[in-house]
């Protein structure tokens, strides 16, 4: 391998994407996805009084279901750090939040709130969600929308993947796989020019990627604790949820890792 992830990140990977920058968020309508509502995409002016911002909107989604009018809210932001031993010439942390509402009646009322972040990286920080993941569906079709989201985090001074979350509501029920996405992962070969690195896996189960590692054996990959690139550490989450919707969540993965890799290697094609 040409690059080695950063002892930085390898703290991090536990807690803490390709920083494609959000698209800027417009009062557009989208169609149904898995048999969920209609969406409208809202503009920061079009918010409804007594919904709280905090910090840069990302994307704030509108519809109606069997339970009402609802609302997700996606919001990012950065700010300075601390001077700390790891970063004695200051840091800068990364904050994202997610939040959904039900409207209506006097005000609106928040069903849940998630907040996550990087705090006090002196290296290169990111905190920020991934709109291909974004996706509100109604997958056992009760008329009830269920809500997925993703984003990537990182701190890190080198090329590695980010930490990545997809994270999954049904109700006030929530599910999330936690892994890495393919940033990084792939190189040209200095012999052969040829793109080599550890494959982007479609089962992501224990067995899988301990099969996975035993074929990297003469890497780095196959040291490094934790999942490998493309992959999310458990499902164990879903243990409890409705077959379906952890059929669809783990699609929707792999899916998202799919694009990760291309992503990746299109720089390479295009000479970038």
């Known amino acids: 391998m040409h690059r080695l992830l950063s002892a930085g990140l390898l703290i991090l990977l536990a807690a803490c994407g390709k920083t494609d920058p959000p698209p800027a968020a417009s009062s557009t309508a989208s169609a149904p996805a898995a048999g969920g509502p209609a969406l409208r995409h809202l503009q920061q002016a079009e918010l409804p009084a007594g919904v709280e911002l905090r910090g840069k909107l990302v994307d704030a989604l509108r519809w109606q279901d069997a339970d009402g009018d609802k609302l997700l809210l996606l919001s990012a932001w950065e700010e300075e750090g601390k001077i700390t031993d790891a970063a004695p010439d200051g840091s800068r942390s990364a904050y994202l939040a997610a939040a959904h509402y039900q409207l209506g009646g006097t005000k609106p009322r928040r069903l849940w709130l998630l907040n996550d972040g990087v705090q006090d990286c002196g290296f290169d920080v990111t905190a920020t969600f991934d709109p291909a993941a974004t996706r509100v569906v109604d997958v056992d079709g009760d008329g009830r929308a269920e809500t997925l989201l993703g984003y990537r985090m990182t701190c890190t001074s080198d090329v590695s993947p980010y930490t990545y979350k997809l994270i999954v509501h049904a109700g006030q029920q929530k599910y999330a796989l936690r892994g890495l996405d393919r940033y990084g992962v792939l190189y040209p070969s200095d012999e052969t020019g040829k793109i ?18 035993q074929q990297l054996q003469d890497s780095m990959w196959s040291e490094i604790g934790g999942p490998l690139p493309g992959c999310y550490a458990s499902a164990a989450d879903f243990a409890q949820a409705p077959a379906a919707l952890k059929q669809y969540a783990l699609a929707h993965w792999h899916t998202l890792m799919q694009h990760s890799d291309a992503q990746w290697r299109a720089g390479f094609e295009t000479g970038k």
């Open 196 to 213: 080599e690195g550890p494959a982007l896996l479609k089962d992501c189960s224990a067995a899988a990627q301990t099969a996975a590692r």
